[in-house]
Every structure is written in C-alpha cells, then in structure tokens.
C-alpha cells in the first residue's frame, strides 16, 4: 500500500518525517516507532473540587457534572500565562452511548438518574493540563480554579439577529434569549481573541414527536428519540415545546478562562449541522468565520463580520470581543467545475484537464446589522434566514456536497481546506448525480477540497477550487494525492477533522474508514515537490473515531472518540478495553503523543 522509510535518517516533508503506521485493527493507539504516547484525561476523572473519584457501577448526574464528560470530539490547548509548564485544554463532549456507560442498560426504559447523567456527560470540559519536560507527559491538573464543566442544563444566552425572535420562545423562556445547555457539540475553533468555538451538530437525535416540514429538513422525527429524554423534560418533546428545537445547531461561544461567563450561542452564524467554526481574519481585522454542515448533500458556509477585532485583555475590550459575531453577512458555497459535463462520469475518473477544480461563488443569504437584519433570500424574513439556514441554501441554490465536515484555513497560505467525509447516497435513484465537486457515485471515502479566496482575501464572495485529495485505496485508479505518486502514500478513507502543524502540513483524523483498518491520524504536505504526499501517524483503538488533532512542535494530541462503540456491545460484552484493560468499563479519553527523544514531531 505504501512505501516504508528506510532506517536512518527519515525522508519526507518536514514535520512528516516518521515511519508511517501500517493499517491495523490493534485495540490500541498506535504510534509510529520512536513515539510515546499516553492517556491525558478518560471519560469520569474528576476536574472540578468536590468531585469524587470515578466509580462506573456508582455514577450520579451530580458527580459526573463534576468529572470530565463523555465522548470527547473538538480539543483545543491554549496558553496559560504565569503558569509554567501548564496549558488549557478545552474538550468538546458530543453525545453519550448509554449501553456502554451503563452495565445491563435497558434503552426501552432508561431511568430519570441514567438520563440525568448523560445530560451532565454532553457539553465542554475546560482543564488546565501540566506537561512533564522530561518525558513529554500531559496529565490533568484536578481542582484548578480554570476548570469548568458546561452541561445539558448550562444556562447559555442567545444572541444576533434571532435571538428574541417568536422563533426562539418558549414556555420556560418567553423572551427567546436564554436556553439551557449545548449538545452533541462536534468541531469547532479557536478565536484570535482567546475564545473557542463549538459546532452544535447533530442535535436532531434529542427531540421527539415533530410533524413540521422544518423538522423533516432537519432530520428530526415524527415519534420518540431512542433516548426518550421527552419522557423526562418535555422541552425534548417538539409537540409540546414547539420552539425549543430551533434553539440548538448553532455555534457556541466560550470563554475559557472565565470560569464565571456565560457561554453565546451565536445565531447569525445559521443554523444547521455545523461541524467546525474556524476564525481567518481580514486584513482590516474582522473574523471571517468556516462552517460546514454534516450531512449528506448539504452545503458549507461562511459568516464575514462587520466589526474588528480589538487587541487587549481588559473587560470592556473582551466583551466588545465577543459580540464580533453577532453582525455581518451569512453566505453559502456554490461550486461550478470547469471541465465538460461528459466527463465526470461518477467513477472518479479524472477529466481530460488532470483535475477536478473549478471556480466558486459565496452566496449571501443574510445580513444582521445593529439596528436590524435583511434577508437576501426571496421569501424567506431574515429571522427565517438565521433559524432554517438549510432552507435558504436550498432556495438560492447552493451546491449539494457529500458530508462537509471540519473547515480550516492554512495559517501559512491563507488556502481553506474542507473536509468531505462521504456520500454512499449520491447518484442512487433519484439523489443528486457525481459533479466536479463531488466526483464519485456512491461515495464511500469521501474526499478533501482545497479552496482559494479571490486575492487571497477571505471576505472575497468569489474563489477558485479544487480537490487536493480523493481518498481511498491507492491502488484503486479513483484516487488521487494531489499528483503525488500513489505507490508512496498510506491509504486513507472517511476525512472528517483537519489541523495544521507548524509547517503548513495538514493533518487529517478519519471517522468510519472503509478499507478494513482502524481509523487514524495522517499528515500530508501541502505545498512544494512533497505536496499530496500523505503518511498515518497514528491508529485508534476498536470502534473509534479519531477527533480533535492539535499538531504542536513536539506533542500531537488526539481525541479517542466512541471506543468500543460496535453493534451489540455492551458494558458485560465490549468490543474494546481501552484504555485500562479487560474487566474495565471502555472509556473515551484525550492521548497525547510525542518523541521518545524530546525533539520536534516529525522533524
């Protein structure tokens, strides 16, 4: 499948100097030789003073609020001024998988104390982390006074353009600006002014017994969830609380180094499925902020605000801060190839100019001002606009992608990456056909887009694109490394979350690959002779996604989501005994990896 570096001296692009990892289905994280890695943080270690020790046959909603959260996805680590040796790591926790939380879990009948729990294990964890200079260790720095839990029931303010609205009202909030909690928060992003962003994604599966057209968009269902939160509290029943539904899929603001702030929830930003909402600024400092929404044959996006960014620490210039997403225009990507119909033939087959590129427009759906908003969507308010952003792609045309997923913009070149993970639906029966943006029918290993704003600038409405990778099978002629020869790549399948490291390599986590093997973790260089050359650093144990990659100078640090999540595994019958072995519940958690001799990753 792929070449292996000799002994010695590695060759490759710099930063991606490393024996890659073979494809595997080891229950482990495995690391390439001369890495070390370990377990950073698990599901149920407290963070918070108060919080007892994690007991898996003695859990409590109260104690688990307390203890880092389940099902860790988007990380971020941020610095810790004054604190030597310490960083801030903030963790999202998307969604909870009960039947392995709970021995002998009944999911007809889930108990009010069990719901309770899996309302306190979804949300954010922020947790100062201390690193060990002599061996490149990250542990957790329990009861320190940054750390902090956001929940289900977290009281969250929201605000833009919609927040207010009749659309956002409910019996327990009749002014429409104050919601409890954020769920099964995906990737997201680091602000330039200290802040992290999270994508509420797939918040359809938490609400029951709807029967709008909206919902159906949505993909919310006409009976009970599988989780039968409705039976519990009836705003998870859209038949009861018809508006409390449109109060989640949005991009949540949060400050991780004030324990006592509220988190935002940011409407101007749409909502939708979001996965990722990374920041690029504009020359003159407004945030221009990617999104992508994750579901097949729906639409990626961007917010470009109106107001600048102010530099400092002081209360007035932070709060100024976090408005900055609260005015400015919405857009939605629409994608035209500039090779002949004919031939994209679904097949991946390259057409007769060697590419799959073209030119691309933003098209604006809405702007939110300080005295206002304006839609720019023909029949559709702008109050509308912002609460069923799908629609609105949907009227203006935008163009339907196999599963955008995490956005992010080059820090070295300003180019803008966008993660396709799959689409085994396109060209079945009557579903939208392969196009230059999406060149495959029945696409299993989806496929990364490389993006170019006009001039460079990410507030242009128009841009140039092209596909940087199609992943899969080398050997399969589908597939394409951006040139790079295909005998000397590792296979890849299913790209979902991207990074960049200190050299302008992107690094890819996969979800649900298709070639047989374990998910993982891969570099690929971007620019230069090497550029399309791609590499696995790392595999992730059985049943896991791997999520969240940070790539510093000398640590990688990955999120090890679901473990063991495998039809009919159970708490008595797991498929994994990640991380601590047989007899132990499995257990996602946050790894951190590094060189066995201290120096720079893959340098």
Same mark, same amino acid.
């Given at each position: 499948?792929? /070449?292996?570096?000799?002994?010695?001296?590695?060759?490759?692009?710099?930063?991606?100097? &490393?024996?890659?990892?073979?494809?595997?289905?080891?229950? #482990?994280?495995?690391?390439?030789?001369?890495?070390?890695?370990?377990?950073?943080?698990?599901?149920?270690?407290?963070?918070?003073?108060?919080?007892?020790?994690?007991?898996?046959?003695?859990?409590?909603?109260?104690?688990?609020? =307390?203890?880092?959260?389940?099902?860790?996805?988007?990380?971020?680590?941020?610095?810790?001024?004054?604190?030597? @040796?310490?960083?801030?790591?903030?963790?999202?926790?998307?969604?909870?998988?009960?039947?392995?939380? !709970?021995?002998?879990?009944?999911?007809?009948?889930?108990?009010?104390?069990?719901?309770?729990?899996?309302?306190?294990?979804?949300?954010? $964890?922020?947790?100062?982390? %201390?690193?060990?200079?002599?061996?490149?260790?990250?542990?957790?720095?329990?009861?320190?006074?940054?750390?902090?839990?956001?929940?289900?029931?977290? #009281? !969250?303010?929201?605000?833009?353009?919609?927040?207010? $609205?009749?659309?956002?009202?409910?019996?327990?909030?009749?002014?429409?600006?104050?919601?409890?909690?954020?769920?099964?928060?995906?990737?997201?992003?680091?602000?330039?002014?200290?802040?992290?962003?999270?994508?509420?994604?797939?918040?359809?599966?938490?609400?029951?017994?709807?029967?709008?057209?909206?919902?159906?968009?949505?993909?919310?269902?006409?009976?009970?969830?599988?989780?039968?939160?409705?039976?519990?509290?009836?705003? &998870?029943?859209?038949?009861?609380?018809?508006?409390? +539904?449109?109060?989640?899929?949005?991009?949540?603001?949060?400050?991780?180094?004030?324990?006592?702030?509220?988190?935002?929830?940011?409407?101007?930003?749409? /909502?939708?499925?979001?996965?990722?909402?990374?920041? /690029?600024?504009? *020359?003159?400092?407004?945030?221009?902020?990617?999104?992508?929404?994750? %579901?097949?044959?729906?639409?990626?996006?961007?917010?470009?605000?109106?107001?600048?960014?102010?530099?400092?620490?002081?209360?007035?210039?932070?709060?100024? @801060?976090?408005?900055?997403?609260?005015?400015?225009?919405?857009?939605?990507?629409?994608?035209?190839?500039?090779?002949?119909?004919?031939?994209?033939?679904?097949?991946?087959?390259?057409? @007769?100019?060697?590419? &799959?590129?073209?030119?691309?427009?933003?098209?604006?759906?809405?702007?939110?001002?300080?005295? =206002?908003?304006?839609?720019?969507?023909?029949?559709?308010?702008?109050?509308?606009?912002?609460?069923?952003?799908?629609?609105?792609?949907?009227?203006?045309?935008?163009?339907?992608?196999?599963?955008?997923?995490?956005?992010?913009?080059?820090?070295?070149?300003?180019?803008?990456?966008?993660?396709?993970?799959?689409?085994?639906?396109?060209?079945?029966?009557?579903?939208?056909?392969?196009?230059?943006?999406?060149?495959?029918?029945?696409?299993?290993?989806?496929?990364?887009?490389?993006?170019?704003?006009?001039?460079? /600038?990410?507030?242009?409405?128009?841009?140039?694109? $092209?596909? !940087?990778?199609?992943?899969?099978?080398?050997?399969?002629?589908?597939?394409? &490394? #951006?040139?790079?020869?295909?005998?000397?790549? $590792?296979?890849?399948?299913?790209?979902?979350?991207?990074?960049?490291?200190?050299?302008?390599?992107?690094?890819?986590?996969?979800?649900?690959?298709?070639?047989?093997?374990?998910?993982?973790?891969?570099?690929?260089?971007?620019?230069?002779?090497?550029?399309?050359?791609?590499?696995?650093?790392?595999? +992730?144990?059985?049943?896991?996604?791997?999520?969240?990659?940070?790539?510093?100078?000398?640590?990688?640090?990955?999120?090890?989501? *679901?473990?063991?999540? +495998?039809?009919?595994?159970?708490?008595?019958?797991?498929?994994?005994?990640?991380?601590?072995?047989?007899?132990?519940?499995?257990?996602?958690?946050?790894?951190?990896?590094?060189?066995?001799?201290?120096?720079?990753?893959?340098?």
């Amino acid at each position: 499948m792929f /070449r292996t570096a000799a002994s010695g001296k590695q060759k490759g692009a710099r930063g991606l100097r &490393f024996t890659p990892v073979a494809p595997n289905t080891t229950d #482990a994280v495995v690391v390439p030789d001369g890495y070390k890695q370990n377990v950073v943080i698990r599901w149920g270690e407290p963070i918070l003073r108060g919080a007892p020790a994690f007991d898996p046959e003695k859990q409590t909603a109260e104690a688990q609020a =307390g203890q880092f959260g389940y099902n860790c996805d988007f990380l971020a680590l941020l610095p810790l001024p004054g604190e030597r @040796n310490r960083q801030l790591l903030v963790a999202n926790h998307e969604y909870t998988d009960e039947v392995l939380m !709970f021995r002998g879990y009944d999911a007809a009948n889930p108990t009010r104390e069990q719901v309770e729990i899996a309302w306190a294990a979804h949300g954010l $964890s922020a947790v100062v982390v %201390e690193e060990d200079r002599r061996t490149g260790r990250l542990t957790a720095v329990p009861r320190h006074h940054l750390n902090r839990r956001v929940t289900a029931t977290t #009281a !969250f303010r929201l605000t833009g353009p919609a927040a207010g $609205s009749d659309l956002l009202k409910t019996s327990a909030d009749p002014t429409g600006t104050k919601v409890l909690g954020t769920l099964n928060n995906c990737s997201g992003g680091v602000t330039p002014w200290g802040t992290t962003l999270h994508g509420e994604e797939n918040f359809n599966q938490y609400f029951a017994n709807s029967s709008r057209p909206t919902d159906k968009r949505y993909g919310i269902g006409t009976g009970a969830t599988e989780r039968k939160w409705e039976r519990f509290d009836k705003r &998870f029943d859209v038949a009861q609380e018809p508006n409390e +539904v449109h109060r989640f899929g949005y991009v949540v603001e949060f400050d991780p180094y004030d324990p006592t702030s509220t988190p935002r929830k940011h409407t101007a930003l749409g /909502r939708f499925k979001h996965e990722a909402a990374t920041v /690029r600024l504009t *020359h003159d400092g407004r945030p221009v902020v990617y999104s992508g929404d994750d %579901e097949r044959f729906d639409y990626f996006y961007k917010f470009v605000s109106s107001k600048r960014m102010k530099k400092g620490n002081s209360r007035a210039v932070r709060e100024h @801060n976090l408005s900055l997403l609260d005015e400015g225009t919405l857009y939605v990507a629409k994608l035209t190839g500039d090779s002949p119909a004919i031939e994209i033939d679904g097949t991946g087959k390259l057409p @007769n100019d060697g590419e &799959f590129d073209g030119s691309g427009e933003w098209i604006p759906l809405a702007t939110a001002t300080a005295d =206002g908003a304006v839609s720019h969507v023909e029949g559709m308010t702008a109050e509308e606009v912002f609460v069923f952003t799908r629609l609105a792609g949907d009227k203006v045309g935008a163009t339907k992608m196999d599963r955008p997923e995490d956005i992010e913009p080059s820090p070295v070149t300003g180019k803008v990456y966008v993660a396709l993970t799959n689409n085994t639906n396109r060209g079945v029966g009557s579903n939208a056909k392969a196009d230059e943006a999406n060149p495959r029918n029945a696409n299993k290993h989806g496929h990364v887009l490389e993006l170019t704003e006009r001039w460079n /600038r990410p507030e242009s409405t128009k841009f140039a694109w $092209s596909l !940087f990778l199609v992943a899969g099978d080398p050997n399969d002629p589908a597939t394409y &490394f #951006a040139g790079f020869p295909k005998d000397k790549v $590792s296979p890849i399948s299913c790209p979902d979350n991207v990074a960049f490291d200190p050299y302008g390599n992107l690094w890819i986590s996969t979800d649900g690959a298709q070639l047989g093997s374990h998910d993982g973790l891969f570099g690929v260089a971007t620019r230069g002779e090497r550029r399309g050359e791609l590499k696995q650093f790392l595999t +992730v144990p059985t049943g896991a996604e791997t999520c969240g990659p940070i790539i510093q100078d000398r640590r990688v640090l990955v999120a090890v989501q *679901h473990p063991g999540e +495998v039809d009919g595994a159970t708490v008595d019958k797991p498929a994994s005994t990640w991380p601590d072995g047989p007899g132990k519940y499995v257990r996602p958690a946050v790894v951190a990896v590094w060189r066995a001799d201290g120096r720079d990753i893959g340098a």
